[in-house]
C-alpha cells in the first residue's frame, strides 16, 4: 500500500474558496487612493511629467523642422 502524497490530501475546493475571500484590492483602486491621500504630489509629478514630454515633442519638432 501507498501513501498518498500531501497534495492529494487537500480538496480543490478549499484552494479556490481561499483565494476567493481574501480579495485584494485592485491596482487601480490602490493608485487612486494613493493619489487622494498625496494631492500636492501628484500634481506636482503630474506637471513635471507634462512639462517634460511637451519639452520633448518641441525639441523633436524643432529638430527634424
Do not use: C, Q, W
Not at 491596482?27 to 501628484?42: C, D, E, I, P, Q
Not at 500634481?43 to 523633436?60: C, E, M
Amino acid at each position: 500500500m501507498s501513501n498518498p502524497s500531501p497534495i492529494s490530501e487537500i480538496p480543490a475546493e478549499s484552494a479556490i474558496s481561499d483565494s476567493k475571500d481574501t480579495k485584494k484590492p485592485s491596482y487601480v483602486k490602490l493608485a487612486m487612493r494613493n493619489m487622494v491621500r498625496k494631492r500636492g504630489t501628484s500634481i506636482y509629478h503630474f506637471a513635471l511629467t507634462t512639462i517634460g514630454l511637451l519639452s520633448v515633442l518641441v525639441g523633436l519638432a524643432y529638430i527634424t523642422r
